[in-house]
């Protein structure tokens, strides 16, 4: 079975370009989840949805991010315009609809905003 | 403010020894743990969990340590193999719900 797929896998792009991130997660997975690797503050929630729904987009650092689920095998992560702070990796995870329900990753998008 | 900090951010150990790597959180309403692992230009992935009515759960190599009281769990690799070498994240979800808290990482290193 496919895991969750990320794309790109790597995006330099510079300060005010619109980057658009994208994920399938794993078929039949519930919750989708958008977080953030940087070296300071490690893995941070962006966003989660369920059933394709933003439940808690409490972690999107400003209005500068978006992120859509327009179904069930797709969902964006969109940064315009953005900023060379913005650099970090990106990771799409997936979910069954369980409580506590172990997260799947994809292999995340490296993201560097020069 | 960070619900779930790992102070340790990197941890070297010989082969054959035991790694203990520590997390601590501030939030009561945590009821879950996990451990991830992560190795380079790797999603992290699941080794494993516990949950709060427990205060050990062992599979195989890998012991996970709970004390509540302590809001402390750390996880135990016996023995460590150079194949461990990799980032450790700890996490934690609260009652109901599926979104987990991460911290920062530890990085551990097995040497051979």
């Known amino acids: 079975d496919a895991g969750v797929i990320q794309s790109p896998r790597h995006e330099v792009t510079e300060m005010g370009q619109e980057v658009t991130l994208r994920c399938k997660p794993i078929?039949?997975?519930?919750?989708l989840f958008w977080y953030r690797q940087t070296m300071m503050r490690g893995l941070e929630l962006l966003i989660y949805?369920?059933?394709?729904?933003?439940?808690?987009d409490s972690g999107m650092p400003e209005d500068r991010f978006s992120a859509k689920m327009p179904n069930a095998s797709f969902s964006t992560l969109k940064i315009q315009p953005s900023e060379p702070r913005d650099s970090a990796v990106y990771f799409c995870?997936?979910?069954?609809?369980?409580?506590?329900?172990?997260?799947?990753f994809g292999e995340g998008s490296r993201l560097t905003v020069l | 403010d960070q619900q779930v900090k790992q102070n340790s951010p990197s941890l070297s150990v010989q082969e054959g020894r035991i790694s203990i790597l520590n997390c601590d959180y501030t939030?009561?309403?945590?009821?879950?743990f996990l451990w991830y692992k992560k190795y380079p230009a790797e999603g992290p992935t699941f080794l494993i969990s516990?949950?709060?009515?427990?205060d050990k759960n062992e599979d195989g190599r890998f012991t996970v340590f709970l004390n509540k009281s302590a809001k402390h769990l750390s996880l135990h690799i016996v023995p460590s193999q150079p194949g461990d070498s990799a980032v450790y994240f700890c996490?934690?979800?609260?009652?109901?719900?599926?979104?987990?808290?991460f911290g920062a990482g530890t990085i551990l290193r097995v040497k051979s």
């Open positions: 995870a997936s979910s069954p609809g369980v409580s506590h329900g172990e997260l799947f």
């Open positions: 949805f369920n059933n394709n729904v933003p439940i808690d």
């Open positions: 078929s039949g997975h519930d919750y």
């Open positions: 996490a934690a979800s609260p009652l109901y719900g599926n979104k987990l808290v």
């Open positions: 516990i949950s709060s009515i427990k």
């Open positions: 939030n009561s309403m945590f009821d879950y």
